[in-house]
């Protein structure tokens, strides 16, 4: 094509330009602040301004069109299990942190992110691809932080309605109590009938969801150098769900109720060479499940505490490098009265000692990062894992990135003890990873394409036979090849974002099957535009068709959402949003319908 009939072609973009780049520094990278611009690995950031504009009432639909992500186990509409696939692999190889800190979990290992409350979030950042070097243990497909602090100064009051009786409030009080000190507090409620997820059962009911949350957090600076910082939250869920008749012995549950709290705090100095952080928190997390006919009298609760001590030190000797190095401690237990269905869960408590150490540096056109890692697990001994990662800044506004990771996860307490059937002679699982990155960022587009191949070796999963999990040589390890390609541009008054995604995810020892509940394709376009005093959204989420339990392959889906902000005034804006517009029939896994379409209207008052 020459030159003149490309430049008539992007015409119409280059005329209405704007740099879709974001200067955005971010912490998610090696746990220090640093410009995006600089970090040597795929990574998305979703701001406070964001989330209002797309409204999203979980996190599945905050998350859901972003490169790599796939939503496998969805049960249903809000409050229903809701597991990630991240490029491919399993639900517990999302490391998810609050805040920088691992996020409370349930004995399983996994995050369900149906009951994470979304009103109190102020910013997601989200890398992708190993970051076990950095983290530790469960970051094999990429690590998600959920950052609910700011320094802001205001207070939101906001309130919502829509299908399926759906309510909430949330209050948000942001303030400086004098020079030095922050405080941040709130609290949420919302509760929504629900509908029937599994017609097929013959339990003709709606399964709906209750949530509470609250947040109290507090920033003090002690003087210019030395901060201190302290936060408490929690949530509590209870949900309604259909079991399985098939697999009813009269005790299947179809209630549950899970209540979790973290408390954090951390002192830090920080001055322009040295950057000195010691922190410390304890989560907890209670689940008990019960039968409706039974009530919740007879429920048992399985309870999980976690203890974490971390430091870390970061020297920047110049402007373009910098060293750093830390400690991690954690202990994980279940505490004494947990139970299940009238059996005793019982584990013992294990201890987890992590030290690692990184460098980063920046020449004129490249740019180097090499760290290293060294877990003490009580439990299953020494783990080693590093990540090395070399970018080259290319001419016209390109640059290449190729990088290798490694990553582990030891196996779960509900793997290795759970009363129906553990298996103690599993071993962790185990992987590597290569990646290509390659960006352009022009004036009128932003692009970039990630090419990876991710190998896991002894991939824990269920054995049907035997009715226990196993990660032997003769089951299943694991091969993921895949290709993300995001782009941003404008068009007048219209941003774009595109993202298209192959994921080849093989069982290779099942005949080079792609695994269960991951589509090969996937696709999303999502359109914002300031008019008439208002902030308009669109989404289109494509899925493609997936293989799951039994032999079943579920056909693709394409679903639209749209969504306006209306600013009333200097305080008040008016919110409304349509979720699946054209109420599309699908079902994100077999046997549980997805939701119609639902219709949200809300407002939102700041002072």
Not at 422 to 450: C, F, H, K, M
Not at 460 to 479: H, Q, R
């Amino acid at each position: 094509m020459s030159k003149q009939w490309l430049a008539a072609a992007l015409l119409p973009w280059a005329a209405f330009a704007q740099n879709t780049s974001e200067a955005t520094d971010i912490t998610i990278h090696n746990r220090v602040e640093q410009p995006r611009s600089t970090v040597l690995a795929p990574v998305e950031v979703i701001t406070r301004a964001d989330i209002e504009r797309r409204q999203p009432k979980s996190m599945a639909e905050l998350l859901s069109s972003l490169p790599g992500i796939q939503f496998g186990t969805q049960s249903g509409g809000l409050g229903q299990q809701t597991s990630l696939f991240t490029r491919g692999t399993e639900s517990d190889h999302t490391l998810v942190l609050i805040n920088g800190r691992p996020i409370a979990q349930s004995v399983s290992g996994s995050v369900d992110w149906s009951e994470f409350p979304i009103s109190g979030i102020q910013r997601v950042e989200y890398i992708r691809g190993p970051r076990a070097a950095i983290y530790g243990a469960n970051a094999i497909g990429g690590v998600i932080n959920l950052i609910t602090t700011t320094e802001a100064d205001e207070t939101r009051l906001g309130v919502t309605a829509g299908s399926n009786d759906y309510y909430e409030g949330n209050l948000a009080l942001n303030r400086w109590i004098g020079e030095q000190t922050h405080l941040q507090l709130m609290g949420g409620y919302r509760e929504t009938r629900g509908y029937d997820t599994r017609p097929t059962e013959g339990q003709p009911d709606s399964d709906g969801f209750t949530q509470f949350n609250g947040l109290l957090g507090l920033t003090h600076h002690l003087d210019d150098h030395w901060t201190l910082d302290a936060s408490a939250m929690g949530w509590q869920n209870r949900s309604e769900y259909d079991f399985t008749q098939a697999f009813d012995f009269g005790t299947s549950a179809n209630e549950s109720e899970r209540e979790t709290y973290q408390l954090d705090a951390a002192i830090g100095y920080a001055d322009k060479r040295l950057n000195v952080r010691f922190d410390g928190g304890y989560s907890e997390t209670e689940l008990k499940s019960w039968r409706d006919t039974l009530g919740e009298g007879s429920a048992e609760a399985i309870t999980t505490g976690i203890g974490r001590l971390g430091w870390l030190v970061q020297y920047k000797h110049s402007a373009n490098g910098y060293v750093l190095a830390g400690l991690d401690w954690q202990r994980e237990r279940l505490l004494d009265d947990s139970g299940l269905f009238g059996m005793a869960f019982e584990a013992p408590s294990r201890d987890n000692t992590g030290v690692y150490a990184s460098l980063f540096q920046t020449w004129s056109l490249l740019s180097l990062e090499l760290t290293g890692r060294v877990d003490d697990n009580e439990q299953f001994g020494t783990h080693g894992t590093w990540q090395s990662a070399l970018s080259w800044a290319l001419p016209h506004a390109h640059k290449a990135t190729l990088s290798y990771g490694t990553a582990y996860r030891a196996p779960n307490f509900i793997d290795l003890y759970s009363p129906f059937g553990g298996n103690l002679e599993l071993q962790p699982e185990e992987s590597e990873n290569w990646e290509l990155g390659l960006v352009g960022d022009y004036a009128w587009l932003n692009w970039e394409l990630n090419l990876y191949r991710n190998e896991i070796d002894n991939l824990i999963v269920f054995d049907s036979s035997t009715f226990l999990p196993v990660n032997s040589a003769e089951n299943t390890d694991a091969l993921i090849e895949g290709a993300e390609l995001s782009l941003k541009a404008s068009t007048g008054p219209v941003r774009h974002r595109v993202v298209l995604e192959y994921t080849d995810a093989k069982d290779r020892n099942n005949d080079d099957q792609q695994l269960l509940r991951r589509a090969k394709r996937k696709a999303s376009w999502e359109g914002e535009a300031d008019w008439l005093n208002a902030t308009w959204f669109a989404q289109a989420l494509y899925i493609g068709e997936r293989p799951d339990v039994g032999n079943v392959t579920l056909p693709s889906y394409t679903v639209w959402n749209l969504g306006a902000r209306y600013r009333l005034t200097e305080q008040l804006s008016l919110t409304g949003k349509l979720n699946n517009l054209f109420d599309k029939d699908y079902q994100v896994i077999a046997g549980y319908d997805a939701p119609g379409m639902e219709f949200y209207v809300g407002a939102d008052y700041r002072f």
